[in-house]
Every structure is written in C-alpha cells, then in structure tokens.
C-alpha cells in the first residue's frame, strides 16, 4: 500500500504539469490571427482600439482601402460658380510709330479689364527714339491706363532707373487707332505718334506677297 500510494505522489505533479503545459499552448494559438490576403501575422486587434489616422487627420480603418470616386477638387470643366470679367476693347497688340515718316518707336501688348482704369502689358522697341534701344523689351510702368478715352502707356527701356517713357493719347480715330504724343522725362525727345492696332491677318498676307 505504501508503495502505490508512492507511485501515485510521483506520477501526480507530472500529470499537472503536463495538463498545464497543454493548456498555455491552446492560449497562445487563440491570440494569433492570419490577416486576410497580404500573407502577415498580426496579433489579436482589441475591439475597443480607436482607429488609424490617416496624413490628412482623419480617422479610418486602416484596412479600408476604398476611395471616393466623386470629385476630387482638381476640377473637370468649368466652375459654375466662377465669375469673368471681359476685357476692354484696348486689349491687344498695337505699335506706335512717328507721326511724320511712320518710323516705328515700339511695339505694345496691351491687356485691361472692364472697369478698370490699369492696364497691364509688355513692349518692344522700334528704331525710334534710337537704333541702341531697338529690340529692347520688358514690362510696362506703373501709371499705364485706359479710362475709356484716353490712352496713357509708361515704360523704361533704358538703363537709367529714373527715366520714363509716356504715350499719351490725344485723339481717337476709330476703335484701331489713334493720335498721340510721345515724351520722354529725362532724355531730350517729343514728337507726335500714331498709335495703330496690329492686324496679324494683314501682316501674314504681306510676308506672302
């Protein structure tokens, strides 16, 4: 009887232990979960974890992969609720030239929305006021304007900061042309101009000719 009773005091803990180990091992496979399709092993994701924020701060699950297919602000057509304004009739390519012998002082594009008095441009050098400055370019002056009647065109071809070059429009002819003078603030040059709209259709006929 005490042997028995022996053999049943050492078989016991091993039984334990064995029932234990057992049950460590049922745990453990429980909290691994196989993610559906990308192949990796995740732990077991908590119910109760607030999810993801995404680069824009937003909160979304991150498994979420679906997009808006709406709009997605870089605009297709035309905003319906974009207003335009039309520019005024001085808008275009005009040259200005010596009144007397049409010798061409400079070349202007010029640009003016309705209503408003500023206008916008570049321009090009002629032969006139000198053949140094022909071919020279840049923006227009600050103080350039289209008031509905009078035309006034600043610029500075020189290298002299301080210098100004003014058209002033002093009569209009019809909607491509008019007569003006021409000054210079600094430099010792006045004459009158004629300030014609450029025709595209006519020059190209012209080259062909």
């Known amino acids: 009887m005490t042997i028995k009773n022996d053999k049943i005091s050492i078989l016991l803990p091993l039984l334990l232990t064995a029932l234990l180990t057992v049950s460590l091992s049922a745990c453990t496979e429980q909290n691994v979960v196989i993610s559906g399709g990308d192949g990796d092993s995740t732990g077991l994701e908590d119910p109760n974890q607030a999810p993801e924020e995404n680069q824009n701060g937003d909160n ?119 007569d003006g003078h021409f000054e210079a603030e600094l430099a010792p040059f006045s004459f009158d101009v004629t300030i014609t709209r450029m025709n595209f259709d006519d020059l190209h006929e012209a080259d062909e000719q």
Do not use: C, K
Not at 70 to 77: E, F, I, K, M, S
Not at 124 to 138: C, I, K, N, Q, Y
């Open 60 to 178: 979304q699950d991150p498994h979420n992969h679906y997009e808006d297919p709406g709009d997605d602000g870089h605009g297709h057509g035309p905003d319906p609720d974009a207003v335009s304004t039309p520019t005024s009739e001085i808008t275009g390519s005009w040259r200005v030239a010596r009144a007397d012998d049409d010798a061409p002082l400079g070349y202007f594009d010029l640009m003016n929305l309705v209503g408003e008095e500023l206008v916008d441009g570049h321009f090009v050098m002629g032969l006139v006021p000198s053949e140094m400055l022909d071919g020279a370019r840049g923006d227009l002056l600050e103080g350039t304007s289209w008031d509905g009647e009078e035309l006034q065109i600043r610029w500075n071809p020189t290298s002299q900061s301080s210098e100004r070059y003014t058209i002033t429009s002093t009569n209009r002819v019809d909607d491509d042309r008019f």
